[in-house]
């Protein structure tokens, strides 16, 4: 075996890799680890994308293993210092989703503002209530972006065409950097300063240790009375409980939630109820566009490695080390 597919991905980029290598495709392997396990003793590429848990135990149970392909830029499902150690190669579609992310932060951002999925809902119902939807406009607005990657700088450059005021918090930006000045973004050396000042706060940030739970109850204390929460990057970077005490005490006016902590949720969370609360299933990279740029990327790269050629879209190194 060539290929080890644990989840469903039937993409015209799986069907090209099998015209020449072995690939082995089961949508429900990841929940049975131990068969799992089984089938990995003999693989050489591992292709997930977020359910599968990419453990340092299941890493030890690949000899043969050089690459795991992740389809998608969050790598918190994926022991990326266990593979290193390894030497496997770890490869993900680093600007594929981007552009689709940062167009859905816009969508969300202007629905909290109009208050789009309210009017919908009430004039489906046989409603007529204008005043009810009544919105605010984003011209002369302020943004806060937490994490000013790929995503955060696409979200700067669509923003300030609304006439948006942009704030920036990120740890690993320079204050002097250059795409600051190209976004016409202001630099905040602390998280706390960015909330204060922000009618929209938006994060785009991974899920790792130093960001779990980065918003909290201090930090959306820390927000501005009335302001918005989009979050489209990991549900874990928020405290939901924390969240819903905010908007519930009208501290914050809405949020807007394409992640939650558990995907699926397996209870409600409550935020299910409020009206001034979007919730989607994940879908910030569920464009045509995105899915294609993603299932190719990954596709060609775990190609290349079993060709002994180099990765391109690399997370720890482009050629293995076993």
Known sequence: MDILITEELATAAVEHLKKSHNVVCDGSLWKNVEKLKGLLAEARALMVRNQTLVTADLLAAAPKLIVVGRLGVGLDNIDVEAASKLGIVVVAPLDANAVSVAELTLGLILALARKIPLADRSTKAGGWDRKGCMGIELEGKTLAICGFGRIGRLVAARARAFGLRLLVFDPFVDQNASVLLETGAVWCPRLEAALADADFVTTH??????????????????????????????????????????????????????????????????????????????????????????????????????????????????????
Not at 225 to 242: C, H, K, L, Q, Y
Not at 262 to 274: A, S, Y
Not at 285 to 307: M, N
């Open 205 to 322: 940030s991974p899920l790792t240790k130093a960001t779990r739970h980065l918003f909290n109850a201090r930090t959306f204390s820390a927000m501005k009375r009335g302001a918005f929460f989009i979050n489209t990057s990991r549900g874990g970077v928020m405290d939901e409980a924390a969240l819903l005490a905010a908007l519930r005490s009208g501290h914050l006016s809405g949020a807007a939630l394409d992640v939650q902590e558990v995907e699926p949720p397996q209870t409600k969370t409550g935020f299910e109820t409020m009206d001034n609360v979007i919730l989607l299933p994940h879908i910030g990279a569920a464009t045509a566009e995105a899915q294609t740029r993603t299932f190719e990327t990954v596709a060609a790269d775990i190609d290349r490695l079993l060709r002994a050629e180099a990765a391109v879209n690399f997370v720890n190194f482009a050629r293995p080390g076993r």
